[in-house]
């Protein structure tokens, strides 16, 4: 797995950027996403309490995701359920190599947990596009670490930390159709969040035995 770990893809949000005036502005401590591909911008929107986890420092989490689109047209993905958007800035970032980029984001509802799920826009619409496992257990969640060739196999896989806060465990998935499925586990009490933190980037990767 050292091998390819260098080659983090993870595009981190501008804090400088603002919301379009005709769109919901990104929630409290959530930036917005720039890339280079067909997902011009992305962010999340839509404040809401209705679970109650606080993992981010409040209990507020998005109810929607905002993507914009190179041409500058604007796709709000709402969510109709009892689940929430649990991160703050989506990831940009290519799983497939279509050339089209997924928004990478962290759904999560008080009897499944979280799951890590990416969204592209296909024909000016935002859907879903990957879906990876629940953690099957209320309060519990991700952090992503990004989009990568973690293993060396020349493919792109996604990685997260899962429950960072209790013996965080370092999890790889390959995507399967329209599922991520897990490759490879480290049980090793890894955390890259601190509970009630906003950085959710506390954790670095680099090759540090020069092997590339």
């Known amino acids: 797995m050292r091998q390819a770990l260098a080659a983090l893809c993870f595009l981190l949000a501008v804090p400088a950027a603002s919301a379009r005036a005709d769109a919901p502005p990104p929630i409290p401590d959530g930036g917005i996403a720039e890339g ?11 404040p809401t309490e209705r679970y109650p986890h606080g993992v981010l420092g409040d209990e507020l989490e998005a109810n929607a995701l905002v993507v914009e689109s190179k041409g500058g047209a604007t796709s709000i993905l709402r969510l109709n359920d009892d689940t929430v958007f649990e991160f703050l800035t989506p990831i940009l970032a290519d799983i497939d190599g279509d050339g089209r980029d997924e928004a990478w984001v962290v759904r999560a509802d008080a009897w499944d947990g979280a799951r890590l799920e990416g969204y592209g826009l296909e024909a000016g619409k935002l859907f879903r596009r990957y879906d990876g496992p629940a953690i099957e257990k ?3 969640w991700l952090n992503p670490i990004g989009i990568g060739n973690f293993d060396g196999d020349g493919k792109v896989e996604a990685a997260y930390i899962k429950t960072p806060h209790i013996g965080g465990v370092l999890t790889v998935l ?23 933190s906003t950085s959710l980037d506390l954790g670095a990767i680099a090759d540090i035995d020069g092997d590339g």
Request: proline content about 3%; overall charge positive; glycine content about 8%.
């Open 138 to 140: 209320g309060s519990r």
């Open 174 to 196: 390959k995507p399967k159709g329209d599922k991520l499925k897990i490759t490879a586990r480290a049980i090793t009490a890894y955390s890259t969040h601190k509970i009630g």
């Open 36 to 46: 280079s591909r067909d997902i011009a911008r992305a962010w999340l929107a839509e």
